[in-house]
């Protein structure tokens, strides 16, 4: 999907069946980062998830993507952010963006947002980040 609104590298793509792996994993690092890894799915059982004749990948599952590694995430996501840093990750508050007290960096970054801006936006990261003006279906 291209996406004209967001900086130049960034995008949203419907998933493919090369995500299962990558997906699988994040969803396994988040579980771990919050305590649980058991409630993660194994890679079968994702992929019998993304057989079911309810799914449909093309519509039903996006994934985020961003040159050299760049996340956003809620900054009360302690347990992530921290498992993200303990992997490289450097951790950068949005408001130091925005007030200019430093630059987004190259390499892998996770770049926070208060959770007030949930509120504010209307929904989710991803839905935050979809265009205003949109084409009519």
């Not at 190259?106 to 265009?131: F, H, N, Q, Y």
């Amino acid at each position: 999907m291209k996406n004209n609104s967001l900086a130049a590298g960034f995008g949203v793509r419907p998933i493919t069946w090369s995500d299962l792996e990558a997906v699988q994993q994040v969803i396994y690092t988040a579980c771990k980062a919050d305590g649980n890894e058991s409630l993660a799915p194994t890679l079968e059982e994702l992929a019998m998830d993304w057989r079911s004749p309810d799914f449909n990948p093309a519509t039903d599952a996006w994934v985020g993507t961003s040159p050299g590694g760049k996340v956003i995430g809620y900054e009360r996501n302690v347990h992530t952010i921290e498992e993200l840093n303990r992997n490289g990750f450097r951790i950068i508050p949005a408001e130091d963006l925005l007030n200019g007290l430093c630059e987004i960096p190259d390499g892998k970054c996770v770049i926070t947002i208060p959770g007030s801006e949930l509120a504010r936006g209307g929904g989710g990261a991803r839905c935050m980040s979809m265009p205003i003006r949109r084409k009519k279906i």
